[in-house]
C-alpha cells in the first residue's frame, strides 16, 4: 500500500524559515515527478511547487519564487524523499501543505497529473 508523509510544518514568525519533508512507502518513486500544493482555509488547494522525475526540472508558482525551493532524491529509496525549503515566509503562505507524486517525467502543475497524495501539514506563519 502507498503511503505519503508530510513533516516539518509548524509555526513561525513572518520573515523565518521552516523545511518541509515528504516521505514515500510501498513502492520505489523514482519514476515519479513530485510536487507541492497547499490550501488556506476558505480557498482552493492550489500548486505550489514540482519536481521533475529526474530531479533535473523544477517549476514553482509565482508567489513563492526566489523564496521556495523544491529538491528531492533520485536513486534507490532516496528517491522516495522529498523536501520543500521555505524562507522569507508570509502571513500569505499559512496552510496545510500536501506533498504528491505523479507517474512520469514531469515537472507537473495540474493535480489531476497525481496518483499518490499525502494528508497534509499545517503551517502557520504569524504576521
Known amino acids: 500500500q502507498v503511503q505519503m508523509e508530510e513533516s516539518g510544518g509548524g509555526l513561525v514568525q513572518a520573515g523565518g524559515s521552516l523545511r518541509l519533508s515528504c516521505a514515500a512507502f510501498?513502492?520505489?518513486?523514482?519514476?515519479?515527478?513530485m510536487g507541492w500544493f497547499r490550501q488556506a482555509p476558505g480557498k482552493e488547494r492550489e500548486f505550489v511547487a514540482s519536481?521533475?522525475?529526474?530531479?533535473?526540472?523544477?517549476?514553482?508558482?509565482d508567489s513563492v519564487k526566489g523564496r521556495f525551493t523544491i529538491s528531492r532524491g533520485n536513486r534507490g529509496s532516496v528517491a522516495n524523499t522529498m523536501h520543500l525549503q521555505m524562507n522569507s515566509l508570509k502571513a500569505e503562505d499559512t496552510a496545510v501543505y500536501y506533498c504528491?507524486?505523479?507517474?512520469?517525467?514531469?515537472?507537473?502543475?495540474?493535480?489531476?497529473?497525481?496518483?499518490?497524495w499525502g494528508q497534509g501539514t499545517q503551517v502557520t506563519v504569524s504576521s
Open positions: 504528491a507524486a505523479g507517474l512520469g517525467g514531469g515537472p507537473f502543475v495540474d493535480p489531476s497529473e497525481y496518483n499518490y
Open positions: 510501498g513502492r520505489t518513486f523514482n519514476t515519479y515527478a
Open positions: 519536481i521533475s522525475q529526474s530531479g533535473v526540472s523544477t517549476h514553482y508558482v
